[in-house]
């Protein structure tokens, strides 16, 4: 009999524009924002079952990231923390949610690929 050892629903490189940043022009103009999201939660009855019910949806996933992207803050680190807190007290079979937030452009007079914020947070 198969068991499963481990098992993660993940949402990779979801983009946004939203209001966050220290500066005052930040929160008015925006700027863009990757994030990515891996749930670890227990999969093995849904691998069974083949039954959504079983498993994490993603798409409520999805509009918890959405929702919290969209609140404006001065920090990265709190909204991944808002983001990790939401998934958690939402869905009773998450156990551990990785978060990786990244602001692309970020204003520091460089050039590179962003900013980017991990957080692992846990019940």
């Keep these: 009999m198969m068991r499963v050892e481990s098992s993660y629903i993940e949402l990779k490189g979801l983009r946004f524009t939203a209001k966050h940043g220290v500066l005052p022009q930040e929160r008015v103009v925006g700027g863009d924002y990757v994030v990515s999201v891996r749930v670890c939660c227990n999969l093995e009855k849904a691998v069974e079952s083949d039954?959504?019910?079983?498993?994490?949806?993603?798409?409520?996933?999805?509009?918890?990231?959405?929702?919290?992207?969209?609140?404006?803050?001065?920090?990265?680190?709190?909204?991944?923390?808002?983001?990790?807190?939401?998934?958690?007290?939402?869905?009773?079979?998450?156990?551990?949610?990785?978060?990786?937030?990244?602001?692309?452009?970020?204003?520091?007079g460089a050039d590179g690929d962003g900013a980017t914020v991990f957080l692992r947070v846990k019940k």
């Design 51 to 108: 039954n959504v019910e079983d498993t994490l949806n993603y798409a409520e996933l999805y509009q918890i990231i959405n929702k919290e992207m969209q609140t404006p803050s001065c920090l990265l680190e709190h909204v991944a923390g808002r983001i990790g807190e939401r998934i958690l007290e939402t869905f009773s079979q998450a156990t551990t949610v990785d978060i990786e937030l990244t602001k692309q452009n970020p204003p520091m």
